[in-house]
Protein backbone atom coordinates (compact mmCIF):
# COMPACT_ATOMS: atom_id res chain seq x y z
CA UNK A 1 0.00 0.00 0.00
CA UNK A 2 2.60 2.66 1.05
CA UNK A 3 4.25 1.29 -1.87
CA UNK A 4 1.87 2.40 -4.47
CA UNK A 5 1.56 5.99 -2.78
CA UNK A 6 5.53 6.40 -2.81
CA UNK A 7 5.77 5.17 -6.64
CA UNK A 8 2.20 7.57 -7.38
CA UNK A 9 4.10 10.76 -5.54
CA UNK A 10 7.25 9.86 -7.00
CA UNK A 11 5.93 10.08 -10.47
CA UNK A 12 4.27 13.14 -10.06
CA UNK A 13 6.77 14.92 -8.28
CA UNK A 14 9.72 13.86 -11.42
CA UNK A 15 7.34 15.05 -13.84
CA UNK A 16 6.36 18.21 -11.95
CA UNK A 17 10.45 19.23 -12.58
CA UNK A 18 9.78 17.98 -16.29
CA UNK A 19 12.62 15.18 -16.33
CA UNK A 20 12.45 11.54 -17.50
CA UNK A 21 12.66 8.75 -15.12
CA UNK A 22 16.15 7.84 -17.08
CA UNK A 23 17.75 11.03 -16.66
CA UNK A 24 16.83 11.42 -12.88
CA UNK A 25 18.33 7.52 -12.65
CA UNK A 26 21.49 8.83 -13.88
CA UNK A 27 21.73 12.13 -12.27
CA UNK A 28 21.37 11.01 -8.71
CA UNK A 29 23.84 8.38 -9.40
CA UNK A 30 21.91 5.39 -9.79
CA UNK A 31 21.70 2.71 -13.75
CA UNK A 32 19.09 4.07 -16.09
CA UNK A 33 16.08 1.76 -15.12
CA UNK A 34 15.79 2.87 -11.16
CA UNK A 35 13.28 5.17 -10.95
CA UNK A 36 11.56 3.75 -13.50
CA UNK A 37 11.79 0.65 -11.47
CA UNK A 38 10.39 2.29 -8.29
CA UNK A 39 7.45 3.89 -10.11
CA UNK A 40 6.76 0.58 -11.63
CA UNK A 41 6.91 -0.86 -7.90
CA UNK A 42 9.67 -3.55 -8.90
CA UNK A 43 11.99 -1.43 -6.55
CA UNK A 44 12.24 0.76 -3.30
CA UNK A 45 14.98 2.87 -2.76
CA UNK A 46 16.84 2.30 0.65
CA UNK A 47 16.94 5.48 3.02
CA UNK A 48 19.78 7.01 1.76
CA UNK A 49 18.56 6.62 -2.04
CA UNK A 50 15.27 8.51 -0.92
CA UNK A 51 17.08 11.35 0.77
CA UNK A 52 19.45 11.55 -3.14
CA UNK A 53 15.54 11.62 -4.49
CA UNK A 54 14.68 14.32 -2.49
CA UNK A 55 17.33 16.36 -3.03
CA UNK A 56 17.17 16.37 -6.56
CA UNK A 57 13.87 16.86 -6.70
CA UNK A 58 14.21 20.03 -4.41
CA UNK A 59 11.70 18.79 -1.93
CA UNK A 60 12.11 17.81 2.14
CA UNK A 61 11.12 14.57 3.14
CA UNK A 62 8.44 15.87 4.61
CA UNK A 63 7.30 17.77 1.26
CA UNK A 64 7.77 14.71 -0.70
CA UNK A 65 4.85 12.48 1.44
CA UNK A 66 2.63 15.79 1.86
CA UNK A 67 0.77 13.97 -1.22
CA UNK A 68 -1.88 17.65 -0.59
CA UNK A 69 1.18 19.57 -2.23
CA UNK A 70 1.42 19.47 -5.80
CA UNK A 71 3.98 21.81 -5.94
CA UNK A 72 6.43 21.85 -3.05
CA UNK A 73 8.95 23.29 -4.05
CA UNK A 74 7.15 26.05 -5.82
CA UNK A 75 5.28 27.08 -2.53
CA UNK A 76 8.52 26.83 -0.55
CA UNK A 77 10.13 29.73 -2.91
CA UNK A 78 7.12 31.65 -2.96
CA UNK A 79 7.52 31.78 0.69
CA UNK A 80 10.85 32.36 0.67
CA UNK A 81 9.59 35.40 -1.93
CA UNK A 82 6.31 36.15 0.56
CA UNK A 83 9.29 37.11 3.89
CA UNK A 84 11.18 39.49 1.77
CA UNK A 85 7.55 41.88 1.40
CA UNK A 86 6.99 44.70 3.05
CA UNK A 87 4.07 44.85 5.60
CA UNK A 88 2.43 46.81 2.91
CA UNK A 89 3.36 44.67 -0.04
CA UNK A 90 2.16 41.68 2.18
CA UNK A 91 -1.03 42.87 2.58
CA UNK A 92 -1.82 43.54 -0.75
CA UNK A 93 -0.70 40.17 -1.67
CA UNK A 94 -2.89 38.36 1.52
CA UNK A 95 -5.97 40.35 -0.03
CA UNK A 96 -5.02 38.82 -3.55
CA UNK A 97 -5.14 35.33 -2.21
CA UNK A 98 -8.29 35.94 -0.53
CA UNK A 99 -9.86 36.97 -3.80
CA UNK A 100 -9.02 34.46 -5.57
CA UNK A 101 -10.64 32.00 -2.67
CA UNK A 102 -13.55 33.31 -2.78
CA UNK A 103 -14.14 33.30 -6.88
CA UNK A 104 -12.50 29.67 -6.87
Same mark, same amino acid.
Given at each position: ?5 ? /? @??? /? ?6 ? $? /????? #?? /?????? #? ?11 ? #? ?11 ? $? ?27 ? @????? $???? $? ?7
Amino acid at each position: MYEDVF /S @ARL /SELREAKK $V /SAREM #SL /SIGQNE #SYINRIENGKAFP #SMQGFFYICEYLG $VTPEEFFNEHSADPLRKRLLCERLERLSP @AQFAL $VEEL $VRQLLREA
